[in-house]
């Protein structure tokens, strides 16, 4: 038999023996069960690893018990190192996210005032701010000569501008709705 099969064979023995009482072991120090299976395979892998520096009979175990306990060890910092930077991304998170709820009152108003535009104008100037389009494919969706376009888009924004108001003090007011550029198009 050669020490390779030799090496085989007795990592078997061992793996067989003691792999109950290692994941016994394991499965009283740490949270999830999940974690106890990865430790144990994490100690049979370095004890296949170092086959020939596995001591023999009994000792093998108490051998085993250190890698188990070292692999712990890592596996526990492992989890304060997951910790710190889930509490980092957490902060990051919190700190760079936009709270939506803080814009609801504008788009409240906005929509009101939206609703109170007559339909072509509306039409006209969603399609012009919310869709990018210039004036005269706005005219072809809608069906209109592209200047009629421009004076209803005119009309919309002078109206919206009258509904919501220009003091930017008052609540409601969207300066990037009623100021919003019109696509330069070209003629």
Known sequence: MSSANEDEDRFRRVYAAHFAPLLAYALRRVAQREDAADVVAETFLVAWRRCAEMPPGEEARLWLYGVARRVLANHHRGGVRRERLGERLRHRLTATTHDPAAEVGERLAVQSALGRLG?????????????????????????????????????????????LGNDLAVPGHVLGVVTAPAAKEDR
């Not at 100037?125 to 209803?152: F, K, Y």
Request: glycine share 4%.
């Open 119 to 163: 339909e072509l104008d509306r039409e006209v100037l969603t399609l012009t701010v919310w869709e990018g389009l210039q004036p005269r494919d706005v005219a072809a969706v809608l069906g209109i000569r592209p200047a009629a376009v421009r004076t209803r888009l005119n009309r919309a924004r002078t109206r919206l501008r009258r509904l």
